[in-house]
């Protein structure tokens, strides 16, 4: 008898309790299975998952079950999805950063200064400094702190299309719509020599060699309607490859952490090229029309490199490269470096181009062309920009559609993600921005202000 009664208290607990299975984004186990009581929620988890990992600090961490977000309890969870736990429960655990970005709610500055549209933003690596590309012809420098320009730069023929900080932050490097580029450095405002001349048309997109395969930062590849890619070094001042391939014109263009470079075109390709010879190694097929936008999910850690939110400044190249090739490793874990196009087909592809020459998988959902796709600064998210006015949020991981955001009234153009991948911004020919709470899946916050489509050309957060 009393043998039964210990077995009925047993059974009695082991209903009470559910089996779970904790993984990373990945889905590599953090354990065994584990039975955990039904009443336990998010912050229980993140006592567990710290203790499992021996993290000396504790660490904040969100958790997903089949993509949504975990905010109750299990029991809660349980009820409402009528779950079945016959078999263990797979929790993901995606950790989280440890700072938060405080949301915009206001404009707190208007900069003045250029005579004609801006066209293009970038913000330093360190967060520091401001550079802008305008229809003036000028680019400009701004200091963030005290929110006044530093330097106009002049030397440009046409409009300044594209502007990309090397991840060092030693130098910009701007492109214009007759196809010359110009290296400033940031700190005294003067070009680094004679433009550098070579593309035929103007320049769509430019992206710096990883700062974590090479330190200090030399090469940098740029894009054109030409159909061209160049790699070029600015200690030389000249163009060391031409990547010759595309048919129509490069639309957009990224430089990856493992060091080769991808470019989307109007001819629907993607083309992967190493950067040792610039030999074409892989062709992306699969798009019905052109591709226009191109996004890694190790971005922000390559376009930052060693800089953090703690603001540390380095004394040598050598530690900013061991610094930055730390970050980059943390970012990707064990998986590979994704890659996601978006296209004027209303589709986007997930790649993993390392792996598999075909894509990862299909993501459809907009009614317009895609203009703009962006991976979130952890890699767990993508958010895509479309003419059909609508921002949709896909994980970053398996491509599966997560929900869509409504509310602009003309097409969304361009996207921006907060450094702690918890809020995200938009803008729109509708010439307001928005910022979305990935948590709540809502709007925070809508930013009118603009008296026009600034929002067309650009939009960027730190």
């Known amino acids: 008898m009393e043998d039964e009664t210990e077995t009925m208290v047993e059974k009695r607990e082991i209903i009470n309790n559910v089996m779970c299975l904790l993984t990373d984004p990945d889905g590599t186990p953090l354990g065994a299975p584990m039975y955990l009581p ?3 929620g998010p912050q229980h988890l993140i006592q567990i998952v710290n203790k499992l990992l021996n993290n000396e600090e504790k660490l904040p961490y969100s958790f997903y079950i089949s993509d949504e977000e975990l905010l109750v309890p299990l029991e809660t969870y349980l009820l409402k999805n009528k779950a079945s736990v016959e078999k263990a429960l797979p929790i993901v655990c995606q950790p989280q950063a440890i700072f938060r ?10 900069i003045s200064g250029h005579a004609e549209a801006v066209l293009s933003v970038a913000f330093s690596p360190d967060g520091r400094q401001l550079a802008s590309g305008s229809g003036d012809t000028a680019v400009r420098f701004w200091d963030l702190t005290t929110q006044t320009p530093l330097y106009t730069c002049t030397g440009h023929k046409n409009w300044v299309l594209s502007i990309a900080w090397s991840p060092d932050g030693k130098y910009l490097v701007s492109g214009s719509k007759t196809g010359e580029l110009i290296c400033w450095d940031p700190q005294t405002g003067k070009s680094l020599g004679n433009p550098l ?3 035929k048309k103007w320049i769509t997109g430019i992206s710096w060699e990883p700062v974590h395969l090479n330190a200090p930062c030399r090469r940098f590849v740029s894009a054109s309607k030409d159909g061209d890619a160049r790699i070029w070094d600015v200690s030389l001042k000249k163009c060391v490859m031409c990547l010759s391939g595309h048919t129509l014109a490069i639309t957009c263009v990224k430089w ?6 991808y470019t989307g075109s109007q001819d629907c390709t993607i083309k992967v090229w190493e950067t040792t010879q610039g030999k074409l190694i892989r062709e992306l097929r699969g798009h019905g029309h052109w591709v226009n936008s191109l996004a890694l999910s190790t971005e922000y850690v390559l376009r930052t490199g060693a800089f953090d939110h703690t603001g540390k400044q380095y004394s040598s190249p050598e530690e900013m490269k061991k610094v930055a090739l730390e970050r980059y490793q943390a970012m990707r874990g064990n998986a590979p470096e994704r890659l996601v196009s978006g296209s ?5 592809f997930l790649w993993e181009p390392f792996i598999n020459k075909h894509p990862k998988t299909r993501m459809t959902g907009h009614q317009q062309l895609v203009n703009h796709v962006y991976f979130s600064p952890d890699g767990q998210w993508v958010a895509s920009a479309s003419f059909d006015k609508s921002v949709k949020l896909w994980n970053g991981t398996t491509g599966k559609f997560v929900t869509a955001f409504r509310g602009h009234v003309g097409p969304v153009y361009q996207i921006s993600w907060s450094a702690d991948s918890r809020l995200l911004l938009s803008g729109s020919k509708d010439s307001t921005l928005k910022v979305w709470d990935i948590r709540t899946r809502k709007l925070k916050q809508d930013l009118p202000g ?10 960027q957060m730190p």
Do not use: K, S, Y
């Not at 004027?344 to 986007?348: L, N």
């Open 101 to 110: 970005i405080r949301p915009v709610n206001r404009c707190t500055a208007t």
């Open 344 to 348: 004027d087909d209303f589709t986007m």
């Open 197 to 199: 001349i070579g593309h």
């Open 38 to 40: 039904q009443n336990a």
């Open 256 to 261: 990856g952490g493992d060091g080769v470079i």
């Open 450 to 459: 603009h008296a026009d489509e600034v929002c067309l050309f650009t939009c």
